[in-house]
């Protein structure tokens, strides 16, 4: 059985400081209204897709690994479940 991901169980824990840190200036990524609003923006940072940088650059601690991404993009899928 497959574990439906919410903001506060699974996908907030995954923000490292490094990564609310390096998306201040565009997204909260502390707020759930925030996040869900802008996640698809966010997705794309994530993977260094539509022109954006990989979120967060590798100085500041490097990108997500791959299953973070995908259980992001599993969230979204969801719609969102808080």
Known sequence: MTVEPSFERHIRQMFRDVDVESMQSMFDLNDY??????????????????????????????????EWI??????????HPQ
Do not use: H, Y
């Open 70 to 79: 995908n259980l992001f993009a599993r969230w979204i899928k969801e719609k």
């Open 33 to 66: 209204d925030t996040v869900r609003q802008f996640s698809e923006q966010i997705l794309l940072c994530l993977k260094g897709e539509g022109g954006r940088s990989v979120m967060p650059p590798e100085a500041a601690g490097g990108p997500w690994p791959e």
